[in-house]
């Protein structure tokens, strides 16, 4: 596969900090990538350095076959961003804002007017375009700013938190749009918070962790890596303390979940023997099982506990 | 080439968008109207002084009010509306912004300079050269209007009063010494010494040898003189907010 992006051991620094620390990764074309991690992992500052608002101290950085660092100018004429604070021009309609971007990427009139009615359209603003954007609720701005970073039709999109703080609605237009874009072959560089968003749009997700990469994988095999992370909810006719369970070896941990038991372990079919004979030993009767494989907030937050999981 | 041309039409949409948002905000406007009107009113009303001599001063003075009332604020409100950000992620060099913002300061400048010339028409004072007065309104309009960009540099501020405050800081000083009270010939060494820091005594000496047929400088000088002011300006507003950049993006 081409690739969209190409990163190699990117470094940011500001002072003494060190945001981003010698990261690599490719994303292909076509590809949706999902960038997690948590407050201050570093997401922002690589998308800011992949977008060429700042530049690199190390490394390389390539978008759309430029590099970011020499074509800056060729770099975001094939790209399009969705920052993660809103700020489409609120003293301008969503028409003069698209027509303002239109023009700064240098898209004709003609195509332009095109291309920002068709977008108005499907992103359900064309009743609204010549209202001020400062008139907008938060969820129009969004899509707005979505309208926006499309208008000169990228290759690469590159989104920043895009479903933040949106209502569910809102929230899943967008997911859709994403995936609409993605189904015509372009590139997706997705940072997000939202596990069950990256869950359902990325075909790969890199975990960023004190600015270097913890995991990259597609989220189903991230998921196949943390076995030791599946679990059993058990629920007993009677309360159960979880601390009976601490002791047997093939338990990893065991935690309260209400009023069940939460059993995180490698290895379910045993543990649910060992469950079947401590009821009966107890006299108690299991009332409900369930296994769940890890989840993706689980495996996340695994690799973030732990500051030495580094895989590069 | 291409790549420069394809900048500066760039810049031109950036100009056009300032237009339509900044040029009705209160601070423009007050800076840019309010004020020079008041204050070229208390500068002609009650001198017993002929028109024709206090033309110079009050075109200098109106030309710099005017030509520097935009400059200053666009950066910082665009910092603060996040809309900077926005603008970099553009396919934009980053001279094409700040030549953009300087465009924008001009054009503002140059429109309400029409004003003493249609006064000068209609009244039909006689000048030298009508067509060289047009010619240095013009880079009178973009040095300051450089100016007033390079203003709005440091402190990296997000508070647009912040910038409009700290630029009446130097404004003000700058017309003081720059011969419009006082023409700088009448003005002690030190005085003229002063003068010759600041570009706007070249355009007023300019206007003065227009008008009046005398001058404190070869009107030579005063053109250089005001290119000079002009190309430094802009190449230091460039390289100042450059500096300044990952600040007002942090």
Known sequence: MENAVKVQDLTKRYGDVTAVDHISFDVGKGEVFGFLGPNGAGKTTTIRVLTCLVKPDEGHAFVAGFDVLKSPVKVKQHIGVVPEVANAYIDLSAWENLILMGKLYGVRMSKLRENVTFLLKEFGLYEVKDKLVRAFSKGMKQRLLLCMALVNDPEVLFLDEPTSGLDVESARILREKITQYNSNGKTVFLSTHNMEEANQLCHRIAIINHGRIAAIDAPESLRAQSMELQCIDVAFNKPVDPQEFSSIPAITEAVPAGNKVRIYTADPSAVIEILAEFAKKENLRIIGLNTMMPSLEDVFLKLVKSKDAVIE | ?250
């Open chain 2, 1 to 250: 080439m291409n790549s420069f041309v394809e900048q500066f039409k760039r810049s031109l949409v950036v100009a056009e968008k300032n237009i339509k948002i900044y040029y009705s905000k209160g601070p423009v406007i007050v800076f840019g109207l309010v004020f020079p009107l008041f204050l070229a009113l208390a500068y002609v009303i009650g001198r017993n002084v002929p028109l024709k001599e206090i033309l110079p001063g009050l075109i200098g003075m109106t030309t710099f009010f005017t030509a520097t009332s935009v400059g200053p604020s666009i950066v910082p409100w665009e910092t603060r509306s996040k809309t900077l950000e926005r603008l970099l992620c553009c396919p934009v060099a980053f001279w094409t912004i700040i030549f953009g913002d300087m465009l924008s300061s001009f054009i503002f400048g140059l429109i309400i300079s029409v004003v003493p010339l249609v006064l000068i028409q209609t009244l039909g004072i006689e000048l030298l050269n009508f067509v060289l007065l047009i010619f240095g309104l013009v880079f009178a309009n973009i040095c300051f209007a450089a100016f007033s960009v390079l203003l709005s540099a440091y402190p990296p501020t997000d508070v647009p009063s912040t910038t409009m405050m700290l630029s009446s800081l130097v404004k003000f000083p700058l017309v003081f010494i720059s011969g419009v009270f006082i023409p700088v010939d009448q003005l002690p060494p030190w005085g003229t010494a002063i003068a010759s820091i600041s570009p706007l005594t070249y355009y007023i000496d300019m206007v003065r040898h227009l008008f009046l047929g005398k001058g404190f400088y070869p009107l030579t000088v005063d053109f250089l003189a005001v290119v000079a002011f002009m190309l430094a300006f802009t190449f230091a507003a460039i390289k100042l907010h450059e500096r300044t950049l990952a600040k007002r993006l942090s």
